[in-house]
């Protein structure tokens, strides 16, 4: 690329003067890109954008509808709006359903929605097609046919490979041709996280249309996916997913609610929702409470993902957990012999998850022979194969969900003895911050794994034995039976009492990353004092603040 010095230096005297870089004004003029790179974006010059793979759940800080702002915030904000009278309008914004639906005339109506979020997937062209499924499930949960798209992303121009945005719309596209939807334009914006979805727009036939108001006494709930989405893709996050799990919820969540749509209609669903970003226990809430009735649920009969269980017996639970229950937890009644981590699987924020169906209890059985007919494969797990019932409608009342449980399954140990995936058991060593030498931040010995054993040759015995004991030192850092801050506390305290400068450094760092306060920095440290003596005392206080 051709550089212009004199629009260089035009562009970059205006930002001096006013002293603010004038693309970006939280920065100075000159900014840091320009001093590492001698590019200045404000004169249009362009950075050459990284090349080779990406895993998108590692550029994000919430994957997927775990993204989404919480419902009861959502509900605060919303509720003060304008509104505008239209008696064309069958389902606006006060019914909190779905989709809208707009009359059109002689028994059609138009229905529409949009859906965007961050990456649950670790691949564009997957993350494209987990989009799209996701924003046409709308449509279906509504009963109706999907029959335009327009896309929306924001992508961090430059910062991950261009490839990356290609794949991830081509992954849309493709997933939208197969739902018979025609993508006719799209928007995008440059943003410091990927995000993707769609508006759509579909046709539905009014004595048809199934909203989440229509419960009725007597009905039984079929969820047609497994849950489990949510802490799947955390568990990918942080290097603790299992293969097998993250495929089979890729597979569901790639999968199209359409056929579910289509056989709950011709069955008569009396009220239907999909259960995605609020959880199991927030959607059916608010399909209780619209429909002016109660509900229960056995916790034993829900479809859950491979893995999910065994994620949650070691506490592998995402924070979308704790909002969704701040949102609707006090209209959950739980059984007191459910253990918590089967509680928190039900307010797990679903990404493209299934339909949630109210359906008269004597066309339940045909209706779910036809689901599991639809699907070739029944094994459990993949998509409506695993569709079941999992409660029923005990009456008229104010919206409550009672989850009960008949003991049938139970949440797993934990096996602190088994390894953790390959992924964890690293972490990246600290940088060196400035050439002066005293700010180097030296990795400690249980920390410098990656580095230093890419530098081990593997052509002489020595250097297996030191490769395998790094492999080693690395294994026992990452957590397993014990958790990331137990062991935190813990690293802090052996630095301490083996009096290990470097160490000590390194771990005081990660410690107030990891949110400790000081009070409990020294109460580690004060743990390996006990066994270090006066020594290491003097020791600790002339490191402490470092």
């Given at each position: 690329?051709?550089?212009?010095?004199?629009?260089?230096?035009?562009?970059?005297?205006?930002?001096?003067?006013?002293?603010?870089?004038?693309?970006?004004?939280?920065?100075?003029?000159?900014?840091?890109?320009?001093?590492?790179?001698?590019?200045?974006?404000c004169?249009?010059?362009?950075?050459?954008?990284?090349?080779?793979?990406?895993?998108?759940?590692?550029?994000?800080?919430?994957?997927?509808?775990?993204?989404?702002?919480?419902?009861?915030?959502?509900?605060?904000?919303?509720?003060?709006?304008?509104?505008?009278?239209?008696?064309?309008?069958?389902?606006?914004?006060?019914?909190?359903?779905?989709?809208?639906?707009y009359?059109?005339?002689?028994?059609?109506?138009?229905?529409?929605?949009?859906d965007?979020?961050t990456?649950?997937?670790?691949?564009?062209?997957?993350?494209?097609?987990v989009?799209?499924?996701?924003?046409?499930?709308?449509?279906?949960?509504?009963g109706?046919?999907p029959?335009?798209?327009?896309?929306?992303?924001?992508?961090?121009?430059?910062?991950?490979?261009?490839?990356?945005?290609?794949?991830?719309?081509?992954?849309?596209?493709?997933?939208?041709?197969?739902?018979?939807?025609?993508?006719?334009?799209?928007?995008?914006?440059?943003?410091?996280?990927?995000?993707?979805?769609?508006?759509?727009?579909?046709?539905?036939?009014?004595?048809?249309?199934?909203?989440?108001?229509?419960?009725?006494?007597?009905?039984?709930?079929?969820?047609?996916?497994?849950?489990?989405?949510?802490?799947?893709?955390?568990?990918?996050?942080?290097?603790?997913?299992?293969?097998?799990?993250?495929?089979?919820?890729?597979?569901?969540?790639?999968?199209?609610?359409?056929?579910?749509?289509?056989?709950?209609?011709?069955?008569?669903?009396?009220?239907?929702?999909?259960?995605?970003?609020?959880?199991?226990?927030?959607?059916?809430?608010?399909?209780?409470?619209?429909?002016?009735?109660?509900?229960?649920?056995?916790?034993?009969?829900i479809p859950?993902?491979?893995?999910?269980?065994?994620?949650?017996?070691a506490?592998?639970?995402p924070?979308?957990?704790?909002?969704?229950?701040?949102?609707?937890?006090?209209?959950?009644?739980?059984?007191d012999?459910?253990?918590?981590?089967m509680?928190?699987?039900?307010?797990?924020?679903?990404?493209?998850?299934g339909?949630?169906?109210?359906?008269?209890?004597?066309?339940?059985?045909?209706?779910?022979?036809?689901?599991?007919?639809a699907c070739?494969?029944?094994?459990?797990?993949?998509?409506?194969?695993?569709?079941a019932?999992?409660?029923?409608?005990?009456?008229?009342?104010?919206?409550?969900?009672?989850?009960?449980t008949?003991?049938?399954r139970?949440?797993?140990?934990?096996?602190?003895?088994?390894?953790?995936?390959?992924?964890a058991?690293?972490?990246?060593?600290?940088?060196?911050?400035?050439?002066?030498?005293?700010?180097?931040?030296?990795?400690?010995?249980?920390?410098?794994?990656?580095s230093?054993?890419?530098?081990?040759?593997?052509?002489s015995?020595?250097?297996?034995?030191?490769?395998?004991?790094?492999?080693?030192?690395?294994?026992?850092?990452?957590?397993?039976?014990?958790?990331?801050?137990t062991?935190?506390a813990?690293?802090?305290?052996?630095s301490?009492?083996?009096r290990?400068?470097?160490?000590?450094?390194?771990?005081?760092?990660?410690?107030r990353?990891?949110?400790?306060?000081?009070?409990?920095?020294?109460?580690?440290a004060?743990?390996?004092?006990?066994?270090?003596?006066?020594?290491?005392?003097?020791?600790?206080?002339q490191?402490?603040?470092?």
């Amino acid at each position: 690329m051709m550089i212009s010095m004199e629009r260089r230096k035009r562009v970059m005297q205006r930002s001096i003067r006013l002293g603010h870089c004038i693309c970006d004004p939280k920065q100075p003029c000159p900014c840091d890109v320009f001093k590492e790179k001698d590019i200045c974006l404000c004169a249009g010059e362009r950075l050459e954008a990284p090349a080779g793979p990406v895993q998108l759940t590692k550029l994000v800080e919430k994957a997927g509808c775990a993204s989404k702002i919480d419902q009861a915030f959502l509900k605060e904000v919303l509720k003060n709006l304008p509104t505008y009278d239209d008696p064309r309008v069958l389902v606006g914004v006060p019914a909190g359903d779905d989709a809208g639906i707009y009359d059109m005339g002689n028994g059609k109506a138009l229905v529409q929605t949009v859906d965007v979020f961050t990456p649950s997937v670790d691949d564009p062209y997957m993350f494209g097609q987990v989009a799209a499924a996701n924003s046409v499930s709308d449509i279906y949960a509504m009963g109706g046919t999907p029959m335009t798209a327009l896309s929306v992303i924001g992508f961090p121009a430059r910062k991950v490979p261009d490839k990356a945005m290609n794949e991830i719309l081509c992954g849309g596209i493709d997933k939208m041709k197969e739902a018979g939807v025609a993508i006719i334009g799209g928007h995008s914006i440059n943003d410091s996280e990927i995000k993707a979805g769609f508006a759509v727009t579909g046709m539905i036939e009014k004595d048809k249309i199934v909203t989440n108001a229509g419960a009725r006494r007597g009905d039984v709930l079929v969820l047609t996916k497994p849950l489990g989405t949510g802490i799947v893709a955390f568990a990918s996050q942080i290097g603790r997913a299992d293969e097998k799990s993250v495929e089979v919820a890729t597979e569901s969540m790639t999968t199209l609610n359409k056929t579910a749509s289509q056989l709950m209609v011709k069955f008569g669903a009396h009220a239907c929702t999909d259960v995605t970003g609020f959880s199991l226990c927030g959607h059916l809430a608010e399909m209780a409470l619209s429909s002016g009735v109660d509900v229960e649920v056995v916790w034993d009969n829900i479809p859950l993902f491979v893995g999910v269980l065994e994620y949650a017996a070691a506490g592998i639970l995402p924070g979308a957990i704790e909002r969704n229950k701040e949102s609707c937890g006090e209209r959950v009644v739980v059984a007191d012999s459910l253990p918590q981590e089967m509680i928190d699987i039900c307010y797990d924020a679903q990404t493209s998850g299934g339909l949630l169906v109210a359906i008269a209890e004597s066309e339940a059985d045909d209706f779910l022979k036809a689901l599991h007919k639809a699907c070739p494969e029944r094994s459990r797990g993949k998509g409506i194969a695993a569709a079941a019932v999992i409660g029923r409608v005990s009456g008229k009342g104010s919206g409550l969900v009672q989850i009960k449980t008949d003991g049938s399954r139970k949440i797993p140990s934990p096996k602190p003895s088994e390894p953790a995936p390959k992924a964890a058991l690293t972490e990246q060593p600290l940088k060196q911050t400035s050439a002066d030498s005293k700010s180097e931040e030296v990795p400690c010995c249980a920390d410098a794994v990656t580095s230093t054993g890419q530098k081990i040759s593997k052509d002489s015995d020595i250097a297996q034995i030191k490769a395998k004991f790094i492999d080693f030192l690395g294994s026992t850092s990452s957590p397993h039976g014990l958790d990331a801050y137990t062991k935190q506390a813990m690293a802090i305290a052996l630095s301490v009492a083996t009096r290990c400068g470097p160490c000590l450094k390194m771990h005081l760092k990660k410690a107030r990353e990891k949110g400790f306060t000081q009070d409990e920095i020294d109460e580690a440290a004060w743990m390996g004092i006990a066994f270090g003596g006066s020594p290491t005392m003097v020791f600790y206080e002339q490191l402490k603040n470092s």
